[in-house]
């Protein structure tokens, strides 16, 4: 699952996804039941923890970047 969606320019790497199961999945990527923003928050939390400084900006893909 990526934490920055593919459809906003999030890049294929490692810190931008996870694995998950095919329910997290749809509830990620159709926001099922209304969970999506709060799964979202503590993708993003957990990212944070593993890779320090990581930022959305960082896994998001800039045509004119380095």
């Not at 199961?21 to 939390?45: T, W, Y």
């Amino acid at each position: 699952m990526h934490i920055v969606p593919r459809a906003r320019l999030g890049m294929g790497i490692e810190e931008n996804g996870v694995l998950g199961c095919v329910e997290h999945h749809a509830l990620m990527d159709n926001g099922n039941k209304g969970l999506e923003s709060e799964m979202r928050e503590l993708l993003k939390a957990r990212m944070r923890f593993l890779y320090p400084g990581w930022t959305e900006e960082k896994v998001t893909y800039h045509k004119w970047d380095g």
